[in-house]
């Protein structure tokens, strides 16, 4: 159980274009998500968080016009960077809380993102 | 805002030994939750073992303990028997109990197994 998925496990999109990173809480569901930015041989840093049916709260520094988050189900949380650049590159990692109320929350495996 | 400091940024140990990672926080909550989560190289995060800070008993699982000590805000992961298999990242992570399910993490140290 408690399993999140993410999708893509990697990508490499073109510099100014857009890409989307699916989060999903396959077998509970998640009244919360978070999204969390790694980059190489650093820690994870949280970007935002979401909540169903809410706009995301984004931490500070994260420029919320270039991180969208979309919350739209229990199931799903959805990361879209736009105009993507090279210093967006990283490796981007989410976690969802069971609304059953599980102490801890779960993780994705991750999306490496590079951008040429 | 609650820090979590990890002092030694790569530790190395022999097979069937044991080490132990430090981890050190600061806050001024009473309630809170503390992790070490493992990374390898795979990147995803595995969870090694969870302590809630009004427990006094330090938390253990298998091969993996804690040494919990709340008044000197010091959490350190001990690795018993190590296998070549524990080589990877290890984070240390704090939660509040009343701000959501966000983790703080420290900055990691990488763990290197050596036969």
């Known amino acids: 159980g408690a399993v999140v998925s993410q999708h893509p496990s990697w990508v490499i999109c073109k510099s100014g274009t857009s890409v989307k990173i699916e989060c999903r809480s396959l077998?509970?569901?998640?009244?919360?998500m978070f999204w969390y930015r790694q980059f190489p041989k650093q820690s994870l840093m949280l970007m935002a968080t979401s909540n169903e049916g809410s706009k995301a709260t984004y931490e500070q520094g994260v420029e919320k016009d270039k991180f969208l988050i979309n919350h739209a189900s229990l199931t799903l949380s959805t990361l879209t960077v736009t105009s993507a650049h090279p210093e967006d590159s990283s490796f981007y990692i989410c976690s969802a809380r069971d609304r059953s109320g599980a102490t801890e929350a779960f993780f994705g495996q991750g999306t490496r993102l590079t951008v040429v | 805002a609650q820090t979590v400091t990890q002092s030694q940024p790569e530790m190395s140990v022999q097979e069937a030994e044991t080490v132990t990672l430090s981890c050190t926080y600061d806050?001024?909550?009473?309630?809170?939750?503390l992790f070490w989560y493992k990374q390898p190289p795979s990147r995803q995060m595995i969870l090694v073992i969870r302590?809630?800070?009004?427990?006094?008993q330090n938390a253990t699982e298998n091969r993996f303990s804690v040494n919990f000590q709340k008044a000197a805000k010091s959490f350190s992961l001990k690795i018993s028997d190590s296998q070549l298999g524990d080589a990877a990242m290890y984070f240390c992570a704090y939660r509040s109990s009343n701000s959501g399910y966000a983790l703080n993490f420290g900055k990691g140290t990488s763990l290197l197994v050596t036969p």
């Open positions: 806050t001024s909550e009473s309630d809170y939750y």
């Open positions: 077998d509970f569901q998640a009244t919360t």
């Open positions: 302590q809630e800070a009004y427990k006094q």
